[in-house]
């Protein structure tokens, strides 16, 4: 029968009433092929018995006919009358032929094909007998017609009438007895048929019941199943006891009982790990808005520091704007002083050009003066040489010496004057020259400090314009600190109502008890979540590598129990 | 100035030509040589290089139709040498009948040294030709008085007597 159990349950049911019609095929042929012969028999019998009887009764009653109207003819002394009598006997007794040919068609049996040769034995001794009397009355011996008719004939006629008179019982007594024979076929088979039919019926139950019965239990099972998984009991043990549709079904029951399984479990953790994710978030709410409380005031604080800021970068700028044009004048105050110095520088160039034009004097002068001395020390020689006599010599060299001492110590003194003159208009030339470089360098100094000035100027304008954007930001900042002080706080209405959402989910999924094998409820999760959130990440990173649903089973110290049962057999 | 013109006049009205010295500063040092040995004094002239002479002997000079060969004091004296400038003199002496003219940087004066402010030279050790005959004090100066004959050796006066 396990084949038949694995048939689809179209091909049950086909096969079941193709079965129930086929018996009702046999005993539809079955009443057919009895009604058939019952037909046959019956139509046998009226052929062989009703008709035949009727042809010999046809027969009998012709000859009667024909014995009337053969008395007719001897009675009649009309030639034309007798003649037409003659001839209607003549058509009768074809008549009778006929019919008793038509009878003879029916006989069976031996013993009435000798009855029913004696009958027309008779009949045709009857036969010559009535035509002797035929020809007799015609030819108008009326009276011997009616002798021979009166002995013979009659005679013939009488036995010709009692041998169809026997045949006509005999084949009655047959067509009875082959009647009732008859009956008693059909009501056996009539028997049989009904006995047939309640066979077949009973089987045909059996069947229906035995095929609804396989189809309806396990769908039942599978319906009690369906009622326990609705009821939340998610550990349903589904049997597959076949492999139809139904044995399918079963086996998707069992696969869905597991998705089921696996999916509230999965689910009880992220209806956990929700729970405790909206914990934090509440949290980190609740410190995010004292953040924001923090930041608040620090933009307060740092408006206040800005506006400072704004107002002394103004007064810079306006400080900045003065100094500069206060550098600008004294640039041109030391512009002044440098034309001044450079003319003062020309002036010094000009005396010491003055200066040399005197030295140079005085170098002639000094010239002379050391011309003098050696011209007077010559004489002084000369002098010495010449002794005695060279004593006023000696004198006058000596005065021409003093002299020329004098002039060489007065172009001396001179050109030290001279020569101090010149240091000191050099030195005076220095300093013009220094200061004038320190005037150039004031004024280089002043642009520089100009330039520098404008571009503090300008700085200090570009940092209004940057106080004022930071001002700008800064409000925005204190806006969305507003805005997130709100939102915030929504955030906390929300992560609360995530919260009563995570409860209800878990309440939701508190209603499923999950198969019993896995050891550790949902509470131990809230201890075991970091490792299980590591666990996740490494799943989602681990995408394909390793089946998740095992692992996440072995990381929350879920094990599922192999059954080795016949039930899992099928399933590994 | 008017002091030692009297000085002198006092000594030239002594005596003649002795202990009277013409100074001359060579290299910052004050150098006297005796008077009686001096011919003239001269500025510096053009001097015309003449070959095969020791260093010292620049060339010869051209003083009124007169050549006379002159020597740089300082080269003598192993002194670096200087270029010559308005103030260098050169000075003619008469040696043994050999005009010599001396380049020196300056002349200084006629000066009366007696001999007790001549002192006696340092002891060299015989380095040098001892030009130096004396020393003379002049209140806190000191000059040193050259010996005019030892200033020309004697294969110079060999070449100047050949000259």
């Given at each position: 029968?396990?084949?038949?159990k694995?048939?689809?349950?179209?091909?049950?049911?086909?096969?079941?009433?193709?079965?129930?019609?086929l018996?009702?095929g046999?005993?539809?042929t079955?009443?057919?092929?009895?009604?058939?012969?019952?037909?046959?028999?019956?139509?046998?019998l009226?052929?062989d018995?009703?008709?035949?009887?009727?042809?010999?009764?046809s027969?009998?009653i012709?000859?009667?006919?024909?014995?009337?109207r053969?008395?007719?003819?001897?009675l009649?002394?009309?030639?034309?009358?007798?003649?037409?009598?003659?001839n209607?006997?003549?058509?009768?007794?074809?008549?009778?032929?006929?019919?008793?040919?038509?009878?003879?068609?029916?006989?069976?049996?031996?013993?009435?094909?000798?009855?029913?040769?004696?009958?027309?034995?008779?009949?045709?001794?009857?036969?010559t007998s009535?035509?002797?009397v035929?020809?007799?009355?015609?030819s108008?011996?009326?009276?011997?017609?009616?002798?021979?008719?009166?002995t013979?004939?009659?005679?013939?006629?009488?036995?010709?009438?009692d041998?169809?008179m026997?045949?006509?019982?005999l084949?009655?007594?047959?067509?009875?007895?082959?009647?009732?024979?008859?009956s008693?076929?059909?009501?056996?088979?009539m028997i049989?048929?009904?006995?047939?039919?309640?066979?077949?019926?009973?089987v045909s139950i059996?069947?229906?019941?035995?095929?609804?019965?396989?189809?309806?239990k396990?769908?039942?099972?599978?319906?009690?199943?369906?009622n326990?998984?609705?009821?939340?009991?998610?550990?349903?043990?589904?049997?597959?006891?076949?492999?139809?549709?139904?044995?399918?079904?079963?086996?998707?029951?069992?696969?869905?009982?597991?998705?089921?399984?696996?999916?509230m479990?999965?689910?009880?953790?992220a209806?956990?790990?929700?729970?405790?994710?909206?914990?934090?978030?509440s949290?980190?709410?609740?410190?995010?808005?004292q953040?924001?409380?923090?930041?608040?005031?620090?933009?307060?604080?740092?408006?206040?520091?800005?506006?400072?800021?704004?107002?002394?970068?103004r007064?810079?700028?306006?400080?900045?704007?003065?100094?500069?044009?206060?550098?600008?004048?004294?640039?041109?105050?030391?512009?002044?002083?440098?034309?001044?110095?450079?003319?003062?520088?020309?002036?010094?160039?000009?005396?010491?050009?003055?200066s040399?034009?005197?030295s140079?004097?005085?170098?002639?002068?000094?010239?002379?003066?050391?011309?003098?001395?050696?011209?007077?020390?010559?004489?002084?020689?000369?002098?010495?040489?010449a002794?005695?006599?060279?004593?006023?010599?000696?004198?006058?060299?000596?005065?021409?010496?003093?002299?020329?001492?004098?002039?060489?110590n007065?172009?001396?003194?001179?050109?030290?004057?001279?020569?101090?003159s010149?240091?000191?208009?050099?030195?005076?030339?220095?300093?013009?020259?220094?200061?004038?470089?320190?005037?150039?360098?004031?004024?280089?100094?002043?642009?520089?400090?100009?330039?520098?000035?404008?571009?503090?100027?300008?700085?200090?304008?570009?940092?209004?314009?940057?106080?004022?954007?930071?001002?700008?930001?800064?409000m925005?900042?204190?806006q969305?600190?507003?805005?997130?002080?709100?939102?915030l706080?929504e955030?906390?209405?929300?992560?609360?109502?995530?919260?009563?959402q995570?409860?209800?989910?878990?309440?939701?999924?508190?209603?499923?008890?999950?198969?019993?094998?896995?050891?550790?409820?949902?509470?131990?999760?809230?201890?075991?979540?970091?490792?299980?959130?590591?666990?996740?990440?490494?799943?989602?990173?681990?995408?394909?590598?390793?089946?998740?649903?095992?692992?996440?089973?072995?990381?929350?110290?879920q094990?599922?129990?192999i059954?080795?049962?016949?039930?899992?057999?099928g399933?590994? | 100035?008017?002091?030692?013109?009297r000085?002198?006049?006092?000594?030239m009205?002594?005596?003649?030509?002795?202990?009277?010295?013409?100074t001359?500063i060579v290299?910052?040092?004050?150098?006297?040589?005796?008077?009686?040995?001096?011919?003239?004094?001269?500025?510096?002239?053009?001097?015309?290089?003449?070959?095969?002479?020791?260093?010292?002997?620049?060339?010869?000079?051209?003083l009124?139709?007169k050549?006379?060969?002159?020597m740089?004091v300082r080269?003598?004296?192993?002194?670096?040498?200087?270029?010559?400038?308005?103030?260098?003199?050169?000075?003619?002496?008469?040696?043994?009948?050999?005009?010599?003219?001396?380049?020196?940087?300056?002349?200084?004066?006629?000066?009366?040294?007696?001999?007790?402010?001549?002192?006696?030279?340092?002891?060299?050790?015989?380095?040098?030709?001892?030009?130096?005959?004396g020393?003379?004090?002049?209140?806190?100066?000191?000059?040193?008085?050259?010996?005019c004959?030892?200033?020309?050796?004697?294969?110079?006066?060999?070449?100047?007597?050949?000259?």
């Amino acid at each position: 029968m396990k084949w038949f159990k694995n048939m689809r349950i179209s091909a049950k049911l086909i096969s079941s009433f193709i079965l129930v019609s086929l018996i009702a095929g046999i005993m539809g042929t079955v009443g057919i092929y009895n009604m058939w012969k019952v037909d046959k028999e019956y139509k046998g019998l009226y052929e062989d018995y009703g008709v035949s009887l009727g042809d010999l009764g046809s027969a009998g009653i012709d000859f009667n006919r024909n014995r009337y109207r053969l008395a007719n003819m001897l009675l009649n002394d009309d030639q034309a009358e007798k003649e037409r009598l003659a001839n209607e006997i003549r058509d009768i007794e074809n008549q009778i032929s006929l019919n008793l040919e038509e009878f003879g068609g029916t006989i069976r049996s031996e013993e009435n094909r000798r009855k029913f040769q004696e009958l027309q034995q008779k009949f045709e001794m009857f036969k010559t007998s009535r035509d002797r009397v035929m020809d007799l009355a015609l030819s108008g011996r009326n009276g011997q017609a009616i002798e021979l008719l009166n002995t013979e004939t009659a005679v013939l006629a009488s036995a010709a009438n009692d041998a169809l008179m026997e045949m006509f019982d005999l084949r009655k007594t047959n067509g009875g007895k082959l009647s009732r024979q008859l009956s008693e076929q059909t009501n056996s088979s009539m028997i049989s048929m009904v006995v047939t039919v309640i066979v077949m019926v009973v089987v045909s139950i059996i069947l229906g019941v035995l095929v609804s019965r396989m189809i309806s239990k396990p769908v039942n099972k599978l319906v009690a199943s369906a009622n326990q998984i609705a009821d939340g009991d998610l550990n349903v043990i589904v049997e597959v006891e076949s492999r139809d549709e139904v044995g399918q079904l079963a086996l998707a029951f069992r696969k869905m009982s597991d998705n089921l399984n696996e999916i509230m479990g999965n689910i009880q953790i992220a209806a956990d790990q929700v729970a405790s994710g909206a914990k934090q978030i509440s949290d980190l709410s609740v410190s995010m808005s004292q953040g924001a409380t923090e930041q608040a005031s620090s933009v307060e604080q740092l408006t206040a520091s800005i506006e400072e800021i704004d107002s002394q970068t103004r007064q810079n700028a306006q400080t900045s704007n003065e100094a500069n044009e206060i550098a600008e004048a004294a640039k041109q105050n030391a512009l002044l002083g440098n034309n001044q110095m450079k003319e003062m520088l020309s002036a010094m160039d000009e005396i010491n050009d003055a200066s040399q034009n005197i030295s140079k004097i005085i170098k002639v002068i000094d010239e002379i003066a050391f011309q003098t001395n050696i011209l007077a020390l010559n004489a002084a020689v000369e002098a010495a040489r010449a002794g005695q006599h060279g004593k006023g010599f000696a004198v006058v060299a000596e005065e021409v010496r003093n002299l020329a001492a004098r002039s060489a110590n007065a172009a001396r003194e001179t050109t030290e004057l001279i020569e101090g003159s010149i240091r000191k208009v050099e030195e005076g030339t220095k300093i013009a020259q220094e200061t004038a470089n320190a005037l150039q360098s004031i004024v280089d100094d002043v642009a520089r400090v100009s330039e520098l000035i404008s571009n503090i100027a300008t700085a200090s304008n570009e940092q209004a314009i940057g106080i004022s954007q930071i001002n700008q930001g800064i409000m925005q900042v204190s806006q969305v600190v507003q805005t997130t002080s709100a939102n915030l706080e929504e955030g906390a209405t929300t992560s609360e109502e995530l919260s009563a959402q995570a409860n209800l989910l878990q309440e939701q999924v508190n209603r499923f008890q999950l198969r019993k094998t896995k050891t550790g409820s949902g509470s131990s999760l809230d201890e075991l979540s970091p490792e299980l959130m590591e666990l996740f990440e490494k799943m989602s990173r681990n995408k394909g590598n390793v089946p998740p649903v095992s692992e996440a089973k072995a990381a929350a110290a879920q094990q599922t129990k192999i059954d080795l049962n016949d039930y899992e057999f099928g399933k590994y | 100035m008017s002091e030692s013109f009297r000085e002198d006049m006092a000594l030239m009205e002594e005596d003649s030509q002795k202990d009277k010295y013409l100074t001359f500063i060579v290299d910052e040092e004050c150098f006297g040589i005796e008077i009686r040995y001096v011919t003239e004094i001269i500025g510096m002239q053009k001097i015309t290089s003449v070959p095969e002479m020791p260093d010292f002997v620049r060339g010869i000079v051209n003083l009124r139709g007169k050549i006379i060969p002159v020597m740089d004091v300082r080269l003598r004296f192993n002194k670096p040498f200087r270029e010559y400038m308005e103030r260098t003199c050169i000075i003619v002496i008469d040696v043994h009948d050999l005009t010599v003219g001396l380049i020196v940087d300056s002349v200084a004066e006629v000066i009366d040294i007696p001999s007790s402010d001549v002192a006696a030279p340092p002891d060299l050790a015989n380095r040098g030709n001892r030009f130096v005959k004396g020393i003379g004090k002049v209140g806190a100066d000191v000059k040193l008085l050259l010996d005019c004959e030892k200033l020309l050796t004697d294969h110079e006066v060999e070449q100047l007597l050949n000259s």
